[in-house]
C-alpha cells in the first residue's frame, strides 16, 4: 500500500482497518511476504512504504554516520537505520538511533528506555517525521529527536517528552552545534552534518 492509497483510506476513518502486531509483522518477514526489498515499517499497526532515499539524504546520512560515532566513542552504539520497538504495534526505523550500552541486543530490538536519540533525516518524509513519528517517540519516552531538515538546512532539536509532545524544540543551523542531552559532551557541529 503505498502513501497515496494510506492519504485516500485517511478521508474513511471509520473504514475497518485489520492492525498489525510487531510479532505479525516480523513473521510475515520470517514466512517471506516481506523481504529486504520491501522498504516498509510498522507504525501504529500499519505498514507504511519509507520514502526512496536520494543523494542528498545519502551524503548527509553519511556525514552524520562518521560524527555520531566519532562523537559517542565507546559510551553507547550508534544504530544506523535499524528498527526500534516502541510498543505491540510500532517499530519504525529511524535513520539513526543512539543507545545505552547493555547486554542482549543479539536477542531484543532496543525499546524506548535504551533509545537515548533517535534522528530522522528528511526531504519528502518531512511533513511523515513530524506529525506522525515525532508524536510517537514522545508518547513512547524517547528523551530526545532530531530530524535533519535537508530543505532547510538545519537540526530540528526535539526534547522533553510530556503527554506526547515534546516541550522543548530548538532549530540549529549554519556554525551552531547540537548535543545529545542524555550523554553530556556529546556535540556535534551542523555544518560537518551538511558538508559534502
Known amino acids: 500500500m503505498d502513501r497515496e492509497e494510506l492519504g485516500l483510506l485517511s478521508r474513511c476513518p471509520a473504514t475497518p482497518r ?39 539524504h ?14 559517542v566513542g565507546d559510551r553507547g552504539i550508534v544504530s544506523v537505520g535499524n528498527p526500534v520497538r516502541l510498543d505491540r504495534r510500532s517499530e519504525p526505523q529511524p535513520d539513526f538511533s543512539v543507545l545505552r550500552l547493555r547486554e542482549g541486543y543479539r536477542t531484543t530490538l532496543p525499546a524506548p528506555e535504551d533509545t537515548v536519540l533517535a534522528v530522522e533525516v528528511a526531504n519528502t518524509s518531512l511533513d511523515f517525521d513530524r506529525k506522525v513519528k515525532l ?24 526534547r522533553a517528552p510530556v503527554d506526547g509532545v515534546y516541550t522543548s524544540v530548538r532549530r540549529a ?24
Do not use: C, K, Q
Not at 545519502?58 to 562523537?71: G, I, P, Y
Not at 530526545?144 to 538545519?154: R, T
Open 135 to 158: 508524536p510517537l517517540y514522545a508518547r513512547s519516552g524517547i528523551p530526545e529527536v532530531w530530524i535533519v531538515n535537508l530543505a532547510a538546512g538545519e537540526v530540528e532539536v526535539y
Open 58 to 71: 545519502v551524503a548527509t546520512t553519511n556525514a552524520l554516520n562518521r560524527l555520531l560515532v566519532m562523537a
Open 173 to 196: 543551523g549554519g556554525t551552531e552545534t547540537v548535543s545529545i542531552e542524555g550523554m553530556p559532551g556529546v556535540v556535534v557541529s551542523v555544518a560537518g552534518v551538511f558538508a559534502g
Open 18 to 56: 485489520r492492525l498489525l502486531t510487531v510479532d505479525e509483522y516480523h513473521r510475515m518477514g520470517e514466512v517471506g511476504i516481506l523481504t529486504d526489498d520491501d522498504r516498509v515499517e510498522l507504525i501504529e499497526g500499519e505498514l507504511v512504504a519509507m520514502a526512496p532515499i536520494g543523494s542528498e
